[in-house]
């Protein structure tokens, strides 16, 4: 299983960045996905998960009405559209995967988790 993440970038706070995460060698269907973030001298923690039938989303409450995800199955791919950025949400994001065996379900910890991205990072300056 391979993960790589992009779209990472530099961007003034309130701007916008989206992020992708290619997956390849599995199934894409069949996993879950999640987005992390680790700021520098902090642990890596959890942002948003969504289902992986794309049905369910779960967000962490900092990035609630800010970020979204989704996923195109067809395509192999996950996105997080990230806007109205903030400094604090500087950080190197990871996408992770995981085999979900109920369709609509979503994990939240990173011990679901089994497959992880290089990670991208994301600057926003104030």
């Known amino acids: 299983v391979q993960l790589q993440a992009s779209g990472g970038g530099m961007v003034q706070a309130g701007g916008s960045l989206r992020l992708s995460c290619a997956a390849s060698?599995?199934?894409?269907?069949?996993?879950?996905m999640g987005w992390f973030r680790q700021a520098p001298g902090q642990e890596r923690k959890f942002v948003v998960g969504?289902?992986?039938?794309?049905?369910?989303?779960i967000y962490e409450d900092s990035v609630k009405g800010r970020f979204t995800i989704s996923r195109d199955n067809a395509q192999n791919t996950a996105y997080l559209q990230m806007n109205s950025l903030k400094p604090e949400d500087t950080a190197v994001y990871y996408c992770?995967?995981?085999?979900?065996?109920?369709?609509?379900?979503?994990?939240?910890?990173?011990?679901?988790?089994?497959?992880w991205g290089p990670g991208t990072q994301v600057t926003v300056s104030s």
């Open positions: 060698r599995l199934v894409f269907s069949l996993y879950a």
């Open positions: 992770a995967a995981t085999r979900g065996y109920w369709a609509t379900t979503y994990y939240t910890s990173r011990r679901d988790y089994e497959y």
């Open positions: 969504i289902s992986r039938n794309g049905g369910s989303t």
